[in-house]
């Protein structure tokens, strides 16, 4: 066993026995006559037991300490027993650490999602028995090599080396595109990160099942739909009829108009659904002249309401992407800020740059939105208030419209609301979608205001 000397100060007692080494000395110079050399020997003999404890302790150190510690004192017992102790911590901590992991292989083998741990070079380090079925990995062949090696999608290999692993990326994992993924990366640690890939084949076939559902529905009803409604209006028209009649012909033909444009809205979402996002168009959009075209269609919304429409625009400000997409995100914006905005209210429209991009803004003095509502705007048929939305004819389409057409042409939509004091609905676009156009003239007047105000 070793020998503690922590009782008291190691240096004391290294300091008693070089004293007592050199007493000897002066003994046995006193009794030889030949000091000097006797002090010498004693120093010798001094330095020969440091060295013979400095080489026990070295070779304790390349045995691994897995051996008891040599017996030793004083300022060498105090760092042996340091040592010891360190060692003895490590070693109940390595075993610590070896049960989490083998509870971490345990729990990840047991998963069904595939789960690949990825080095810094996403050269892949281990991976669960899910990741052998659904990724078709091979163990040990393709330990070591890079996942985007064997994970070519562009999709994927995009995702992987952007950086930006805030959303999961979905992409087939053959040509045939009959099995479809969805995956996760979660960095971690010292440049390591933990790839989580599943199976969204059924949820993919299901969410395609109800597109074309949609699509074949509404597709079938529009043609009926717009026969009745003509002879809706046919008949209304009809001067022999009792006013009665006449009203409830009003009331079946407004309605009738209802149902063609969320047929109308839904054929809409559809498309966007189902279009390809790489075939999108890509020329350039004007959009000053798109949102000078949506407000002569407002005038005819707004009509005697006594309402107030400002437009601030940057006339040189164009947009590359899709013209009637576009057209539609930006139309269902300002149509809900007016039905959504008392009679005399403001509706401002705003259209302009700065270093994070473009941003098309609609601001409204209207009813406003509590704040529980807010995150749910943008799903189908939602509605805050279900009665005055039937009243003023909205579809409960138009926000997840404008969703997808925004997620199509990689921009994003915020909504600012306080209940009592309007809203505030803005569509940022990255740098990369600007276009500058027109003359120098029009650029340096910057931003152009138009209002209106209905008569």
Same mark, same amino acid.
């Given at each position: ?18 004293? &007592?080494?050199?007493? =000897? ?25 440091? *060295?013979?404890?400095? /080489? ?24 042996? /027993?340091?040592?010891?102790?360190? /060692? ?9 650490? !070896? ?10 083998? =047991? ?7 990825? @080095? ?23 330990? &070591? ?15 992987? /080396?952007?950086?930006?692993? %805030? ?7 053959? $040509? ?5 993924? %969805? ?24 969410? %395609? ?24 209006? !046919?008949? !209304? ?5 009792? $006013? #009665?009649?006449?009203?409830? *012909?009003? %009331? ?26 790489? !075939? ?16 002569? #269609? ?43 905005? $008392?009679? @005399? ?25 509590? $704040? ?20 003023? @004819?909205?579809?409960?389409?138009? *926000? ?37 156009? @027109? ?6 007047? &910057? ?9």
């Amino acid at each position: 066993m070793l020998l503690d000397s922590r009782s008291g100060s190691p240096w004391k007692v290294e300091f008693w026995r070089l004293s &007592g080494f050199i007493l =000897a000395g002066l003994v046995l110079g006193a009794l030889f006559g030949h000091l000097a050399w006797m002090l010498v020997l004693a120093l010798s003999a001094y330095t020969g037991w440091q *060295l013979r404890q400095l /080489y026990r302790f070295h070779r304790w150190i390349q045995v691994g300490k897995r051996s008891e510690p040599p017996h030793a004192s004083g300022v060498w017992g105090d760092l042996i /027993y340091e040592q010891y102790r360190l /060692y003895q911590r490590n070693r109940r901590r390595k075993k610590k650490i !070896a049960k989490l992991l083998n509870r971490f292989h345990e729990s990840s083998a =047991a998963m069904p999602d595939a789960t690949v741990i990825l @080095g810094s070079r996403f050269d892949i380090e281990w991976f669960n028995g899910a990741a052998i079925s659904l990724l078709e990995l091979e163990s040990p062949r393709d330990i &070591g090599r890079r996942v985007t090696n064997l994970l070519r999608h562009p999709e994927f290999v995009r995702y992987m /080396y952007s950086g930006d692993y %805030s959303d999961a990326v979905e992409f087939p994992r053959g $040509p045939d595109e009959r099995v479809m993924l %969805s995956a996760r990366i979660v960095p971690y640690g010292d440049k390591q990160f933990l790839l989580s890939v599943r199976d969204v084949t059924r949820l993919h076939m299901l969410e %395609s099942m109800r597109r074309d559902f949609v699509a074949n529905v509404s597709h079938e009803l529009r043609t009926p739909l717009t026969v009745i409604a003509g002879y809706l209006e !046919a008949l !209304a028209d009809e001067d022999t009829l009792e $006013p #009665e009649i006449r009203r409830s *012909l009003r %009331s079946m033909e407004s309605q009738s108009v209802r149902m063609r444009r969320i047929i109308e809205d839904l054929l809409t979402l559809s498309r966007l659904e189902t279009r390809d996002t790489a !075939a999108m168009g890509q020329s350039p959009v004007s959009v000053p002249a798109l949102i000078h075209g949506i407000e002569e #269609e407002a005038r005819m919304l707004i009509g005697e309401r006594g309402q107030h429409l400002t437009l601030a625009l940057d006339e040189g400000l164009w947009l590359r992407g899709a013209n009637t997409e576009l057209h539609s995100a930006f139309s269902n914006l300002v149509t809900n800020a007016i039905h959504y905005t $008392p009679d @005399g209210g403001t509706i401002t429209v705003h259209w302009h740059e700065d270093d994070q991009g473009a941003h098309f803004q609609v601001r409204d003095t209207g009813i406003g939105i509590p $704040p529980q509502h807010v995150h749910r705007l943008t799903e189908r048929f939602y509605r805050v208030d279900s009665d005055r939305s039937r009243n003023s @004819g909205g579809t409960g389409l138009g *926000l997840a419209i404008v969703k997808h057409v925004l997620q199509r042409h990689g921009a994003r939509l915020q909504i600012e609301s306080t209940p009592g004091e309007g809203s505030t609905f803005s569509c940022h676009f990255g740098p990369d979608r600007i276009v500058r156009r @027109g003359s120098e003239a029009a650029r340096a007047e &910057g931003a152009k205001e138009v209002s209106y105000e209905s008569m």
